[in-house]
């Protein structure tokens, strides 16, 4: 899918310098003209789009942030493509960025990828039909695997395309890259329902809804993962209470919430995190994480998080390759992956806001890398 919802919107100081960094990055997009040298993202707009030009004959004018922005729309306008420079305040105790980074990363790329193909810039990357309609996009499930975490001052680079889901759905898909060799470091992959904003319904996607952004899809199916034997179709189990593991009472913040007035579905990852144990935490990271997203989260809500080991039964049940394949996860035993069942609840009815797994690997050595911090 092209689109985001409103769910999903959105330290020292460092005496290292990004300059030739960013010189190198920039390089292979730079304009030269006689007063500036300015990054450019190309346009790239499928022969059927919609084009709206100021007048004939001339360019269309890109904002300014298009024009700073290391994002473009591919030759044949059905994905677009941005990199990242991984900023110091992005990596966790790891000294590699965290997981709420990463889906972070997910997020913006989504965001510029329907901005710069016409959708709205609320929040929401609605259609013209949608926004007649009072339509919008929420997220119904997530999945997100990390094979390697970028560190500080890496470049990643995040290809992102949408395409139909049934008739009630969409769906987006990323690949994650270490720009410096074309690597590919993790794969998510995400599905969406149309819901009414006012009543809260879900709708059917309609062919007018579908046709306004099937331009901007390739035109065959095309997945980060397979479409079968992979982790990230595996139903999420319940998790039965009493948890082996939970965080009570956890509020959101004022930051936690986007520019719709909700939660942002990051902030969901960090509070599941909340209730892994410590000795997990300091002997592995996490490579898988899926989430179901079943109810939405208000500011003045209070959330538990619960954590429990995945039963042995239901981890046996599958023949599912938790790597879909890919060789950098395989180097990983399945067996020696621990993993975990989740449960978000509302702290007063106990109310079901999402629930998740994760699998987690134990840690490599840590890349010997020297970070210089002004006091």
């Known amino acids: 899918m092209l689109l985001t919802t409103g769910t999903w919107t959105t330290t020292c ?38 084009v709206q030009a100021a007048n004939a ?48 990363y997910l997020q913006e790329v989504a965001c510029n990828h329907a901005q710069i193909v016409g959708f709205s810039t609320d929040g929401f990357s609605t259609t013209t039909t949608m926004r007649r309609l009072n339509l919008i996009w929420v997220t119904a499930r997530m999945h997100i695997e990390v094979y390697k975490y970028p560190a500080w001052s890496d470049v990643v680079e995040i290809e992102t395309w949408g395409q139909s889901e ?10 994650i890259r270490d720009y410096s060799n074309g690597e590919v470091i993790g794969r998510a992959t995400s599905k969406w329902v149309m819901m009414h904003q006012d009543s809260r319904r879900f709708q059917k996607v309609s062919d007018e809804v579908r046709n306004e952004y099937l331009v901007f899809c390739p035109k065959t199916p095309r997945f980060a993962f397979p479409e079968e034997d992979n982790y990230s179709l595996k139903k999420i ?39 892994i144990p410590q000795d997990v935490i300091n002997t592995h990271e996490l490579q898988t994480i899926t989430l179901d997203y079943r ?30 394949g890919h060789a950098a996860a395989a180097t990983t035993d399945d067996d020696e992956l621990l993993p975990f069942l989740h449960m978000l609840r509302l702290s007063d009815n106990k109310l079901e806001i999402n629930r998740a797994r994760t699998r987690w690997r134990k840690k490599t050595k840590l890349r010997n890398k020297t970070v210089y911090c002004l006091n």
């Open 13 to 50: 100081n460092a005496a290292f310098s990004y300059k030739n960094l960013a010189i190198n990055l920039a390089g292979s997009v730079l304009r030269m003209n006689s007063t500036a040298c300015v990054p450019v993202s190309v346009t790239c707009r499928s022969s059927n789009a919609p």
């Open 166 to 175: 049934g008739r009630i759905g969409t769906r987006r898909d990323w690949i």
């Open 237 to 275: 189990s319940t998790l039965e209470d009493p948890a082996t593991f939970s965080s009570l009472g956890l509020a959101p913040r004022r930051v936690d919430l986007d520019m719709n007035q909700h939660v942002n579905n990051v902030a969901y990852i960090g509070w599941i995190l909340e209730s």
């Open 295 to 324: 109810r939405e989260c208000q500011h003045d809500d209070v959330v538990d998080s619960l954590t429990s080991p995945e039963s042995e039964e239901d981890v046996a049940g599958t023949k599912l390759r938790g790597s879909n």
């Open 57 to 104: 004959g001339e360019p269309e004018k890109k904002s300014l942030a298009e024009e700073l922005r290391f994002g473009s729309l591919e030759e044949d306008g059905l994905s677009y493509k941005e990199r990242f420079i991984v900023r110091c305040y992005e990596v966790g105790i790891n000294k590699t960025a965290t997981i709420e980074t990463m889906a972070n």
